[in-house]
């Protein structure tokens, strides 16, 4: 027993606790500081900026949201938004945490039997769904109701990343490119019926971008974004929600009050905002708490503001990428990656949305958004994410190994 | 060896695995700066919007109640015009679920300004968006939705409300759909209004919207009551050139501006020229004053017989038959002791006074719709003789009152102004006429009132002169004689003049309360007096039955009938 130990046992003894540096102290052998270390603390770092800006943001929407979906009948109070959010918040965070901390195994086991029980709920949507704005998206009943595809997001693409993953990693022959295309497909037919269109090109094009990393061919990949494009031109010949969306955009076609009322709010408060609560162009946006979040931040506190959203979801994908260069296992490469594509193509889409870069679909702003699927769900993908990039500091690199 | 062979799939997978890291890398690589593009753009679209915006916030930051135009309010703060968030209907044609047959006869029950036809020809077409009624009232909105179309939209959009309807309506103006200023002081201050440094700061008018309101309802009165076909007011602060009312009949209403008519929308006060004919005598008589024409003003000039220029005849209505001294030219209101004067003061320095109150120029005010006063070309003999008594020279109710402030408040000529001036940047002015000659304009303008044909005019207490103005309409080839011009320019009170009111009725037909006479003196004189009676209060002039302008001297000189004398 060295003189440190002694030390530490006195302390408890006069205390009857440690301080907490001692969990996370470099020394400390315990299941915290073994995370602590392992953890991409930078993407934590990022990720709890993010909410920080989330709640101060819907903190700013949450009034005009309340005022647009008040009644005679029944007001909402004016942070009712950001109390329900707070809620969603305390809930998903410690998801994510624990999510976080689970050994790479189980973590993936848990996503593949989280895969298979919401495509079973998504299955079931159309018989058991409610019908909210013309589109069958919600089941459950109450506070219990949740959005099975927002679920389905990050379990799929850990079970698309481990299929993939088996032709590397078992039997390079296996044919696990049509096998992730037929799950992807039957997926892509469920969410088109509620109709949801905007998490049907999330999920092709996550499908397609993890495709593209595990190192399918050239020709392959040429192929699939021809499809895609045909896809993309399907819908719009074929698929009325999309027809309407894509025309309202490109030609300015029918009713551009949304749109124009959120381009407003967006640079009403110009570079620096009109400062938090003094926002008035909020008070007509649809879904200020939602959809067109962006805009609520971009009026009340300024395009710099907006600037420093894109940039720090743009840290966001450098920092996962760029860890993923020196990561051995096929499998976690394809995994973060599709994770972390999920959460940049979501944001992105959003911004250009409400910059009127992109014809309007119903897409949340990862962590800024309200929403309780969004948030969980989301909670569980960034703890799934930060669950893949864990690495044991004390090992630097995989060629030592090989 | 053996070890090799036993585990030949574990070597290929290693062999798979060395073969791919560079693939994955790259593609690993790619992935990243295709989303980083992504960010690129939205960065630079964010910076696009920044620029295009200007990067200011609209509304001024911290302050959510600045409007997007500033008030307008008159001298006392009283609204005049205001921007409120009103409601428009509007529909989605091509999204419209009910059966058009049914929608809209519904349609044209809650808003008839369009037929049954009209509306079903909009229901009917696959427009995207129609606006079926651009300023509505919250009931109305509420009835429309009551409806139960979906493809309903109802917006809010900023409007300029006039919460006061037409007071002041030819002094303010309208804007138009797009809230721009058109016409009035909103075109003029459209700058001032959408400031943002400013636009929290409503614009004070120089008009007091009490003797505006006062001006307007007597104007009304007695239009209606002498079926003028119209008629302006003016209220002047003589020590400021402040216009304290300034109204034009018939007016309109400038929250509905596009269903007035041309006619009401005319400005007479600052557009109309009209021969003003007797009021222009105390000018003249001031001017010959100044100049020295009229050395004594107990002076007589004969009246005996019209006076004959030429092919020109000049005679008196109210013919005296007798030399005329000058309070007697005035209270009788004689033209030819006045031509007479004219023509000694001769066509050069009656030409300078008329210049030096601007009868030459536009008004010297905010307004732009004011036009150039008609000056007659060539000053013959005549025309300095027929100008002397307001004819063959056509100026603007404004002018006149502008040259009746500078004959009473000490001979200072000032431009006039629609703003509330602080009392430090009221203008210097120009002297026209000397102290003295102004003190006895004023013995003379109440004379008139006390004795002559502006009798009618007087306000108990309010010590009121001025003088009557009878002309006839020019047409083609001469005058129209049942066509008048009556105006009646005064003062008050008159021991400390600080107010002008000039009246003006067009084409007044007397009554049977007037005997049938549609002059001045019985049509636009008893206006100022009760216009005077309803505005002296308000503006803090104290009635008094002792105090007034001493005219004793000027009443001796006027010749009584021995009958009439005491």
Same mark, same amino acid.
């Given at each position: 027993?060295?003189?440190?130990?002694t030390?530490?046992?006195a302390?408890?003894?006069?205390?009857g606790?440690?301080?907490?540096?001692?969990?996370?102290?470099?020394?400390?052998?315990?299941?915290?500081?073994?995370?602590?270390?392992?953890?991409?603390?930078?993407?934590?770092?990022?990720?709890?900026?993010?909410?920080?800006?989330?709640l101060?943001?819907?903190?700013?929407?949450?009034?005009?949201?309340?005022?647009?979906?008040?009644?005679?009948?029944?007001?909402?109070?004016?942070?009712?938004?950001?109390?329900?959010?707070?809620?969603?918040?305390?809930?998903?965070?410690?998801?994510?945490l624990?999510?976080?901390?689970?050994?790479?195994?189980?973590?993936?086991?848990?996503?593949l039997a989280?895969?298979?029980?919401?495509?079973?709920?998504?299955?079931?949507?159309?018989?058991?769904?409610?019908?909210?704005?013309?589109?069958?998206r919600?089941?459950?009943?109450?506070?219990?109701?949740?959005?099975?595809?927002?679920?389905?997001?990050?379990?799929?693409?850990?079970?698309?990343?481990?299929?993939?993953?088996?032709?590397?990693?078992?039997?390079?022959?296996?044919?696990?490119?049509?096998?992730t295309?037929?799950?992807?497909?039957?997926?892509?037919?469920?969410?088109?019926?509620?109709?949801?269109?905007?998490?049907?090109?999330?999920?092709?094009?996550?499908?397609?971008?993890?495709?593209?990393?595990?190192?399918?061919?050239?020709?392959?990949?040429?192929?699939?974004?021809?499809?895609?494009?045909?896809?993309?031109?399907?819908?719009?010949?074929?698929?009325?929600?999309?027809?309407?969306?894509?025309?309202?955009?490109?030609?300015?076609d029918?009713?551009?009050?949304?749109?124009?009322?959120?381009?407003?709010?967006?640079?009403?408060?110009?570079?620096?905002?009109?400062?938090?609560?003094?926002?008035?162009?909020?008070?007509?946006?649809?879904?200020?708490?939602?959809?067109?979040?962006f805009?609520?931040?971009?009026e009340e506190?300024?395009?710099?503001?907006?600037?420093?959203?894109?940039?720090?979801?743009?840290?966001?994908?450098?920092?996962?990428?760029?860890?993923?260069?020196?990561?051995?296992?096929i499998?976690?490469?394809?995994?973060?990656a599709?994770?972390?594509?999920?959460?940049?193509?979501?944001?992105?889409?959003?911004?250009a949305?409400?910059?009127?870069?992109?014809?309007?679909?119903?897409?949340?702003?990862?962590?800024?958004?309200?929403?309780?699927?969004?948030?969980?769900?989301?909670?569980?993908?960034?703890g799934?994410?930060?669950?893949?990039?864990?690495r044991?500091?004390?090992?630097?690199?995989?060629?030592?190994?090989? | 060896?053996?070890?090799?062979?036993?585990?030949?799939?574990?070597v290929?997978?290693v062999?798979?695995?060395?073969?791919?890291?560079?693939?994955?890398?790259?593609?690993?690589?790619?992935?990243?700066?295709?989303?980083?593009?992504?960010?690129?753009?939205?960065?630079?679209?964010?910076?696009?919007l920044?620029?295009?915006?200007?990067?200011?916030?609209?509304?001024?930051?911290?302050?959510?109640?600045?409007?997007?135009?500033?008030?307008?309010?008159?001298?006392?703060?009283?609204?005049?015009?205001?921007?409120?968030?009103?409601?428009?209907?509007?529909?989605?044609?091509?999204r419209?679920?009910?059966?058009?047959?049914?929608?809209?006869?519904?349609?044209?029950?809650?808003?008839?300004?369009?037929?049954?036809?009209?509306?079903?020809?909009?229901?009917?077409?696959?427009?995207?968006?129609v606006?079926?009624?651009?300023?509505?009232?919250?009931?109305? =909105?509420?009835?429309?939705?009551?409806?139960?179309?979906?493809?309903?939209?109802?917006?809010?959009?900023?409007?300029?409300?006039?919460?006061?309807?037409?007071?002041?309506?030819?002094?303010?103006?309208?804007?138009?759909?797009?809230?721009?200023?058109?016409?009035?002081?909103?075109?003029?201050?459209?700058?001032?209004?959408?400031?943002?440094?400013?636009?929290?700061?409503?614009?004070?008018?120089?008009?007091?919207?009490?003797?505006?309101?006062?001006?307007?309802?007597?104007?009304?009165?007695?239009?209606?009551?002498?079926?003028?076909?119209?008629?302006?007011?003016?209220?002047?602060?003589?020590?400021?050139?402040?216009?304290l009312?300034?109204?034009?009949?018939?007016?309109?209403?400038?929250?509905?501006?596009?269903?007035?008519?041309?006619?009401?929308?005319?400005?007479q006060?600052?557009?109309?020229?009209?021969?003003?004919?007797?009021?222009?005598?105390?000018?003249?008589?001031?001017?010959?004053?100044?100049?020295?024409?009229?050395?004594?003003?107990?002076?007589?000039?004969?009246?005996?017989?019209?006076?004959?220029?030429?092919?020109?005849?000049?005679?008196?209505?109210?013919?005296?038959?007798?030399?005329?001294?000058?309070?007697?030219?005035?209270?009788?209101?004689?033209?030819?002791?006045?031509?007479?004067?004219?023509?000694?003061?001769?066509?050069?320095?009656?030409?300078?006074?008329?210049?030096?109150?601007?009868?030459?120029?536009? =008004?010297?005010?905010?307004l732009?719709?004011?036009?150039?006063?008609?000056?007659?070309?060539?000053?013959?003999?005549?025309?300095?003789?027929?100008?002397?008594?307001?004819?063959?020279?056509?100026?603007?109710?404004?002018?006149?009152?502008?040259?009746?402030?500078?004959?009473?408040n000490?001979?200072?000529?000032?431009?006039?102004?629609?703003?509330?001036?602080?009392?430090?940047?009221?203008?210097?002015? $120009?002297?026209?006429?000397?102290?003295?000659?102004?003190?006895?304009?004023?013995?003379l303008?109440?004379?008139i009132?006390?004795?002559?044909?502006?009798?009618?005019?007087?306000?108990?207490?309010?010590?009121?002169?001025?003088?009557?103005?009878?002309?006839?309409?020019?047409? $083609?080839?001469?005058?129209?004689?049942?066509?008048?011009?009556?105006?009646?320019?005064?003062?008050?009170?008159?021991?400390?003049?600080?107010?002008?009111?000039?009246?003006?009725?067009?084409?007044?037909?007397?009554?049977?309360?007037?005997?049938?006479?549609?002059t001045?003196?019985?049509?636009?004189?008893?206006?100022?007096?009760?216009?005077?009676?309803?505005?002296?209060?308000?503006?803090?002039?104290?009635?008094?039955?002792?105090?007034?302008?001493?005219?004793?001297?000027?009443?001796?000189?006027?010749?009584?009938?021995?009958?009439?004398?005491?």
């Open positions: 027993m060295n003189m440190e130990a030390v530490v046992k302390s408890i003894a006069k205390t606790r440690r301080p907490l540096g001692d969990y996370i102290g470099r020394s400390h052998q315990g299941p915290l500081s073994e995370w602590f270390w392992e953890i991409d603390r930078v993407l934590l770092l990022l990720v709890t900026i993010l909410i920080s800006i989330g101060i943001a819907v903190a700013a929407a949450s009034p005009a949201a309340a005022e647009r979906y008040s009644g005679d009948s029944f007001q909402f109070q004016q942070l009712h938004y950001f109390y329900r959010q707070i809620i969603w918040f305390s809930v998903g965070i410690p998801i994510m624990v999510i976080s901390t689970m050994p790479k195994e189980l973590a993936k086991r848990f996503a989280g895969a298979v029980c919401f495509f079973v709920l998504l299955v079931f949507v159309p018989f058991l769904g409610n019908e909210v704005n013309g589109a069958r919600w089941i459950g009943y109450g506070m219990a109701t949740l959005q099975p595809s927002e679920f389905l997001k990050p379990f799929f693409i850990v079970a698309i990343a481990w299929l993939l993953s088996l032709r590397v990693t078992q039997d390079h022959t296996l044919p696990v490119v049509p096998a295309a037929i799950v992807t497909g039957v997926i892509a037919l469920l969410l088109m019926r509620q109709p949801d269109f905007g998490q049907t090109v999330i999920f092709g094009s996550v499908w397609i971008v993890m495709l593209m990393i595990s190192g399918v061919s050239t020709k392959l990949l040429g192929g699939l974004s021809a499809l895609g494009v045909g896809g993309l031109a399907a819908a719009y010949f074929f698929y009325p929600v999309a027809t309407t969306r894509i025309n309202n955009f490109l030609f300015a029918g009713d551009s009050y949304q749109v124009d009322n959120a381009m407003r709010t967006l640079t009403n408060g110009g570079f620096f905002g009109t400062g938090p609560g003094d926002g008035e162009m909020k008070y007509r946006l649809p879904e200020p708490h939602t959809d067109y979040i805009s609520v931040i971009g506190f300024g395009l710099v503001a907006c600037f420093a959203i894109a940039l720090l979801f743009g840290a966001i994908v450098v920092r996962v990428f760029v860890k993923l260069i020196n990561e051995e296992n499998f976690y490469v394809l995994a973060a599709g994770l972390a594509t999920q959460f940049a193509i979501q944001a992105l889409i959003n911004m949305v409400n910059l009127d870069m992109a014809p309007s679909k119903g897409m949340t702003l990862p962590f800024i958004s309200y929403g309780g699927s969004s948030i969980i769900a989301l909670s569980i993908g960034f799934l994410l930060l669950a893949f990039t864990r044991n500091p004390h090992l630097p690199a995989l060629d030592k190994r090989l | 060896m053996s070890r090799l062979e036993a585990k030949p799939a574990e290929r997978k062999s798979l695995r060395r073969e791919m890291q560079p693939i994955v890398q790259q593609r690993l690589m790619i992935v990243m700066l295709l989303l980083l593009f992504g960010v690129v753009a939205v960065t630079v679209r964010i910076g696009w920044t620029v295009s915006s200007g990067g200011e916030a609209y509304a001024a930051s911290g302050d959510t109640t600045l409007p997007p135009r500033a008030d307008i309010v008159d001298r006392n703060g009283v609204t005049l015009a205001r921007t409120i968030d009103a409601w428009s209907i509007a529909i989605h044609p091509d419209a679920i009910s059966a058009p047959e049914e929608l809209a006869p519904r349609l044209q029950a809650l808003m008839p300004e369009r037929s049954v036809e009209d509306y079903l020809d909009i229901l009917n077409s696959d427009r995207p968006f606006y079926l009624r651009r300023r509505a009232l919250p009931e109305l =909105v509420a009835q429309v939705n009551a409806l139960g179309e979906p493809a309903m939209e109802y917006l809010r959009e900023p409007e300029r409300l006039y919460p006061q309807t037409n007071l002041a309506a030819h002094v303010l103006g309208w804007v138009n759909l797009d809230g721009e200023g058109v016409t009035g002081m909103e075109a003029v201050l459209e700058e001032r209004l959408m400031d943002p440094e400013q636009r929290g700061e409503p614009v004070a008018l120089s008009v007091d919207s009490r003797v505006q309101a006062a001006v307007q309802s007597e104007l009304a009165t007695a239009m209606r009551r002498f079926n003028a076909i119209g008629a302006a007011g003016i209220v002047l602060d003589v020590h400021t050139g402040e216009l009312a300034l109204t034009s009949l018939p007016n309109f209403n400038p929250n509905a501006a596009n269903r007035s008519s041309d006619h009401a929308r005319f400005n006060a600052t557009m109309g020229f009209y021969e003003l004919g007797s009021t222009f005598k105390p000018i003249t008589m001031a001017a010959a004053i100044e100049e020295g024409v009229v050395t004594d003003i107990s002076r007589r000039y004969n009246a005996e017989e019209p006076l004959e220029i030429g092919r020109f005849t000049i005679s008196d209505d109210h013919p005296q038959r007798r030399y005329l001294n000058v309070p007697e030219t005035l209270v009788h209101s004689s033209n030819i002791v006045t031509a007479r004067i004219a023509d000694q003061l001769g066509a050069e320095r009656m030409q300078a006074v008329f210049r030096e109150l601007h009868f030459d120029d536009p =008004v010297e005010f905010e732009p719709v004011r036009g150039r006063p008609i000056w007659p070309e060539y000053w013959a003999r005549t025309t300095i003789m027929t100008a002397g008594y307001g004819h063959g020279i056509a100026i603007t109710p404004l002018h006149l009152a502008n040259s009746y402030a500078t004959l009473v000490g001979g200072v000529y000032r431009p006039l102004t629609l703003m509330r001036l602080p009392s430090d940047a009221v203008p210097e002015g $120009e002297r026209v006429f000397s102290e003295t000659t102004s003190d006895q304009m004023r013995g303008l109440r004379l009132v006390q004795e002559g044909t502006g009798r009618n005019a007087d306000a108990d207490g309010y010590r009121v002169g001025g003088k009557t103005g009878t002309a006839e309409k020019a047409s $083609e080839g001469g005058y129209r004689r049942n066509a008048l011009i009556s105006t009646f320019a005064a003062a008050f009170p008159m021991d400390d003049p600080q107010y002008v009111i000039v009246i003006m009725l067009n084409e007044p037909r007397g009554d049977a309360g007037t005997g049938g006479a549609s001045a003196g019985w049509t636009a004189a008893p206006v100022v007096s009760r216009v005077v009676s309803r505005i002296g209060p308000l503006l803090g002039v104290i009635p008094s039955e002792t105090r007034d302008i001493d005219t004793a001297n000027l009443r001796a000189m006027l010749w009584r009938a021995p009958s009439e004398r005491s």
